[in-house]
């Protein structure tokens, strides 16, 4: 299996029932390279403290690498100062903060939030919750047979009444890369803010939100080599300082006294309590993995592997592909499918006993599931240091589903 990149990655090396591992399973998370592994425990090792709160030289240490951090993804996607990036725990709590700090404060009676019906969860379920409370409207904007947005949707929906549109960059069901560019325009056409979850994007695709010109922009490190528990939110600085905190108590505050409080600047405003900087630390090295490895690698590394992977799937007539069947650029390397007549997770517990790891379920967008009218599907999905020959052994055992659940050959 011979991929340059392969030898930085170590659980790539492990066995799993006698097998050894094919990871098909990077949209949910990413694997993480020797160097980012390496820097947190280095972190943890020599230069762990509390940041800002001792006048010490470790937390001073501390303090430098945390914001050394901020400084390095803000110059990552293009930020027009540090203080507009906000480390949170992930996606999901980026867009909460979104929609209760900004949304609470900008939402009334009869206006509308637009979202695309193959949103997350993440991505739906915060501004359902501030829709009922100030009594705003959600609208979905619906898609093609190939996962694509509608246009005619795009062009009635976002209306006057429109003030939030969220959108995801990249669908992490049916990988549709989704033309965010245009549907930030939109939504500024109509004075909307506009929101985009590029938490399935930023991992294969460069992103300059100065660019876009987008209000608010939120992903997760672990999809993009990072550790667990560190995401970004980024925001226009002027909107930011207009939001209220989301998270009170420690290191968010000026001053306190009994009856009042006054709040810290930005970004600590919306950092409340200690912060992981073990996990700004690993995100920070991601970064600089991903820099030196550059974009274009990966995106002709996975746009050859899907090509391929569509190739062989489509040759299989018990398989159902959802989405975009053939044309690699305009969808990510993520593809949803099913054996015919064979619940996902039984495809995906088979796939399992050959060590190939894929997912199985609704992957947090039940509302899409029912808008394709499947309870479930399996979904593979790449990173750069996948291969074709893994794709092979993948194909060679999602072959045997089939008879193995008694269905003949």
């Known amino acids: 299996m011979y991929n340059q990149f392969r030898q930085d990655f170590p659980v790539l090396n492990s066995n799993f029932h006698d097998k050894q591992l094919i990871y098909l399973d990077n949209a949910a998370t990413s694997q993480k390279p020797s160097s980012v592994l390496q820097a947190v425990k280095e972190y943890y090792q020599k230069h762990n403290a509390n940041p800002y709160r001792g006048l010490y030289g470790l937390s ?14 803000a110059e990552f996607i293009h ?42 969860h993440s991505n739906i379920i915060p501004w359902q919750q501030v829709a009922k409370e100030k ?13 694509r947005i509608i246009e005619e949707d795009l062009e009635k929906k976002i209306t006057e009444r429109t003030k939030i549109v969220s959108i995801a960059h990249v ?72 939001m209220p905190p989301f998270l009170t108590g420690g290191e968010m505050i000026e001053i306190v006294s009994e009856q009042d409080a006054t709040f810290a600047p930005l970004p600590h405003k ?5 912060p992981n900087v073990g996990g700004a630390v690993g995100l920070a090295a991601a970064i600089e993995y991903i820099n030196h490895i550059g974009y274009e690698t990966i995106q002709n590394i996975e746009e050859e592997l899907t090509d391929y992977a ?12 959802y989405g975009d069947k053939v044309n690699c650029r305009k969808r990510c390397g993520v593809i949803s499918f099913n054996v015919n007549g064979v619940h996902p997770h039984d495809t995906a517990s088979i796939l399992d006993g050959d060590g190939i790891a894929v997912r199985a ?28 020959e893994e794709i092979n052994l993948f194909i060679q055992s999602l072959k045997k589903v089939r008879r193995l659940l008694g269905y003949g050959n």
């Open 361 to 388: 379920g609704h992957h947090c967008a039940q509302p899409l599931m029912k808008y394709l009218n499947v309870p479930a599907t399996c979904r593979i999905s790449f990173y750069f240091y996948n291969t074709k």
């Open 60 to 73: 001073v240490k501390a303090t430098d690498a945390y914001e050394s951090a901020r400084k390095l993804t």
């Open 310 to 321: 569509l190739q062989e799937l489509n040759k299989l007539p018990e398989i159902t592909i």
């Open 79 to 120: 930020a027009d100062n540090p203080s507009e990036v906000i480390f949170t725990r992930n996606t999901t709590e980026a867009l909460n903060l979104l929609a209760y700090s900004y949304g609470r404060s900008v939402l009334k009676s009869g206006d509308e939030i637009v979202l695309s019906i193959s949103e997350h």
């Open 171 to 242: 669908s992490n069901v049916l990988g549709t890369i989704h033309p965010i560019e245009k549907i930030i325009q939109k939504a500024h056409s109509v004075g909307a803010v506009a929101v985009v979850d590029t938490a399935q994007g930023i991992p294969h695709y460069p992103v300059d939100v100065q660019k876009l010109d987008v209000d608010f922009l939120a992903f997760s490190g672990h999809k993009m080599l990072a550790p667990m528990g560190i995401g970004v939110l980024y925001g226009k600085e002027k909107l930011l300082n207009a």
């Open 270 to 274: 919306f950092e409340a309590g200690t």
């Open 135 to 147: 009594g705003a409207v959600l609208k979905y904007l619906y898609l093609s047979d190939d996962g």
